[in-house]
């Protein structure tokens, strides 16, 4: 099989929206091979909810496994269900139907004295610093809530793990005592993750923990992430739509679109050689640093389907650039395709992944050049 590279000057734009330019590269995180030891095992998982439109599956029959201390991104476009699937696996939100092993023990079935003892290494860093810490607690009480609710009665005992976990994560040990509309974004994040680590968990949902903080604060609660990481021997699933994001931080990568997963492969090899129409139509999307250059990308045509009435067959192909270049073959709008093998360690659901090759890509790439005119600026205006 032909290997799928991005073309030359596709690929260059990419490498240059990389939070290489933020995190100098001697403390970039080092890739490690799979233990072979999953942590966390997803099977069928399935969550519907009603709605005045129908039914919308949030996530459609998922499937993936997480090895212990690996980091696995999950990327996709804003209601694809990548945050929806973060929280069924902690069961935050009910399941329709699938299981969830956590230490080879499925999880669905545990009753609430049996999942407490689960959560102790089960968390989760949620995506807004503003709204998940609760204004009329303190920082002390907020970090120290969860290992009261565990057992750990004594106020001293408490207090002086939750000064350790704020030098930890980079804050004052004096703003124990403080409220959070005291602190910035990026130290109610980091506060956030201080709540997280709390009860020292082996397992932590990221759920866009970076998406609404400035960009220099991005790349230093990534760093923090990491050496936890690193030090802790943590495992996350990663949550964004920040594709350099995910690629900075990430072992492997899993694209979600309209509650399905699409393409799951090791991060490397599913930024240089993507096997699904839409993982490459996102890399190209990832927007230019240098705004004297002119970004060359795939356009998609139309919008996203409503996830309460998904299209059949493939759910990508209403907007497929590859399909249409095949011609719209009629087995797209029919069959769905099946999560398959088609490199060691790389799935994808596509029925034609051996057309995504690097002619396939540049035609795709100049078509939507074509299809988007240059930024003109608007004239100045005389008085």
């Known amino acids: 099989m032909t290997e799928t590279h991005l073309p030359e000057r596709l690929g260059a734009s990419l490498e240059e929206t990389t939070v290489e330019e933020l995190v100098p590269a001697s403390v970039r ?3 490690h091979p799979s233990s072979g030891r999953p942590l966390l095992e997803v099977k069928g998982l ?3 909810f009603r709605t005045r439109e129908g039914v919308v599956r949030a996530v459609d029959g998922i499937d993936f496994s997480v090895d212990r201390g690996e980091i696995m991104g999950l990327v996709g476009e804003s209601g694809c269900g990548k945050t929806t699937l973060g929280k069924v696996i902690l069961r ?3 399941s329709t139907s699938g299981e969830v092993r956590f230490r080879g023990q499925p999880i ?3 009753g609430s004295r049996e999942m407490t003892s689960v959560r102790r290494d089960m968390q989760i860093v949620f995506q807004d610093p503003y709204g998940s810490l609760n204004p009329r607690m303190t920082v002390g009480e907020i970090v120290g809530e969860g290992p009261y609710v565990h057992g750990l009665r004594s106020k001293q005992e ?3 793990l939750v000064r ?3 030098a930890r994560v980079g804050l004052n040990q004096s703003h124990i005592h403080r409220y959070p509309h005291e602190f910035s974004g990026g130290q109610r994040q980091r506060i956030g993750i201080a709540r997280a680590l709390a009860l020292n968990p082996e397992f932590i949902v990221c759920d866009e923990p970076v998406s609404a903080l400035d960009v220099s604060i991005q790349s230093q609660v990534l760093n923090l992430l990491d050496d936890l990481q690193q030090e802790l021997g943590l495992t996350y699933l990663f949550i964004a739509h920040n594709l350099a994001v995910v690629e900075h931080i990430s072992d492997r990568v899993g694209v979600m679109y309209l509650g399905k997963l699409v393409e799951l492969a090791p991060v490397d090899t599913i930024y240089q050689q993507p096997a699904h129409p839409y993982t490459v139509a996102l890399l190209s999307a990832v927007p230019e640093v240098n705004p004297r250059k002119r970004k ?4 998609l045509k139309g919008d996203v389907p409503s996830p309460a009435a998904p299209p059949p067959g493939c759910r990508f192909h209403t907007r497929c650039w590859l399909r249409e270049r095949l011609g719209n073959p009629e087995r797209c709008a029919t069959d769905e395709p099946a999560l398959r093998e088609i490199r060691p360690d790389q ?3 596509c029925h034609y992944a051996e057309e995504i090759t690097p002619a396939a890509i540049e035609a795709a790439v100049d078509a939507g050049s074509k299809a988007s005119p240059p930024f003109a600026p608007a004239e100045p205006r005389v008085s």
């Open 347 to 349: 799935m994808t659901a």
């Open 108 to 110: 669905f079935n545990l």
């Open 46 to 48: 399935r969550t519907a």
């Open 92 to 94: 935050l939100i009910p």
């Open 158 to 160: 408490r207090e002086d």
């Open 296 to 299: 060359k990308r795939i356009v």
């Open 29 to 31: 995180r080092q890739r």
């Open 164 to 166: 350790e976990l704020l």
